[in-house]
């Protein structure tokens, strides 16, 4: 039954299922370390979780890229760089490897600001599918995009939206301080930078590879973790050892204890990057996945991640006594239902456009 054409309808439907299950773990794993205390330890901020959960899921991802040979990337243009031969598509996959190393610390670092977690989440996931869309048009623009953006995908925009917004209605005066703060601002545009010229760069990859060569979305993966891998650590060493003495910065302060000072479960909570990690592969197939606009494979991302966050929310509250999802979270889950029937509508007239 798991057995699928490669840009098949079933295919995407396995890819969702696994993400899903994937991103529940993830849901809840991070809610027990931030949120539960135990015997033993009391709940770790965000920065801790960050540090140990990162670890696991490049492991995780690591291992994976290297003991099925991911890395062997099927080239058809080779690029010189000085006496160094590489796969011309390098030149564009390392950099998207930057920009996913810029991606995962500042998603947690939305987190530790002193805005509601719900405005985070609203502006990060809202904020990706209006990328996902300007990307389709400047590539229409630019004739790499040869598809179009059917209407009913443009109706689950504007639904997926109106979901994501629907938190942003229940905010009381004064909460959402953002723009007023320089820190929130800074993060948010290195968030939306490094997300923007990621999906562009999938998509270039995706919609300009040549009739004879296959598109090795695993390859892609793979080049781009190794490239995210060595960028973290990189970042971190800066951060550690020349950033390090400004400890009167809560998050430079957050981060260089977590390191020193490793809480007690820190080993449980790098394992818990596992699910993390496994949720890469299955995102990153989602955003590439062949046949489909930027728009649809965008949509199916985010709107996956906002039901599978929900469901962690209700196996959480029910498993550890956590609070149950709000009202808002169920309009929310409205619209996202809404969306999908949108989403399944172009689907359908996609399988037959790629058929004729």
């Known amino acids: 039954m798991w057995k699928s054409e490669e840009g098949s309808t079933a295919r995407l439907v396995q890819l969702c299922i696994g993400y899903f299950i994937f991103y529940v773990i993830t849901g809840i794993t991070v809610k027990y370390f931030t949120e539960f205390p135990t015997r033993d330890a009391a709940p770790m901020n965000s920065m801790e979780y960050l540090v140990y959960n990162t670890i696991g899921g490049n492991l995780i991802a690591l291992g994976v890229v290297f003991a099925l040979r991911w890395y062997k990337f099927p080239a058809d243009r080779i690029a010189n760089i000085g006496p160094i031969k590489i796969p011309y598509e390098f030149l564009y996959i390392i950099p998207s490897g930057f920009c996913t190393a810029v991606v995962i610390p500042t998603t947690t670092l939305m987190y530790m600001l002193p805005i509601s977690v719900m405005v985070a989440m609203v502006i990060m996931r809202g904020s990706v599918i209006v990328i996902s869309r300007v ?44 723009i007023n703060n320089p820190a929130a601002v800074g993060i948010l545009t290195c968030y939306l930078l490094a997300y923007s010229f990621r999906i562009y760069i999938m998509n270039y990859y995706k919609n300009t590879a040549g009739k004879n060569v296959k598109q090795d979305n695993k390859s892609f993966f793979a080049i781009e973790q190794i490239s995210a891998s060595i960028f973290m650590i990189l970042i971190s060493v800066f951060v550690y050892y020349i950033l390090g003495n400004n400890t009167h910065v809560v998050e430079i302060a957050a981060f260089k204890s977590a390191i020193e000072n490793p809480k007690p479960l820190w080993y449980w909570a790098t394992v818990s990057g596992f699910a993390f990690g496994i949720v890469a592969f299955f995102s990153v197939f989602i955003f590439m996945f062949k046949g489909r606009t930027a ?7 985010r709107l996956t991640s906002l039901v599978a966050g929900t469901f962690a929310t209700l196996v959480f509250a029910f498993s550890f006594g956590g609070k149950y999802p709000t009202q ?24 037959k456009e790629l058929h004729v």
């Open 295 to 301: 728009t649809f494979a965008g949509l199916v991302n």
């Open 135 to 178: 990307v389709d048009a400047v590539q229409i623009k630019q004739g790499i995009l040869k598809k179009r953006v059917y209407w009913e995908e443009n109706i689950a925009v504007v639904f997926a939206i109106m979901a994501v917004a629907v938190n942003l209605v229940s905010l009381k005066p004064g909460s959402f301080d953002f």
């Open 328 to 351: 808002e979270d169920w309009t929310t889950l409205g619209f996202i239902l809404i969306a999908v029937y949108f989403l399944t509508r172009a689907e359908k007239k996609r399988t």
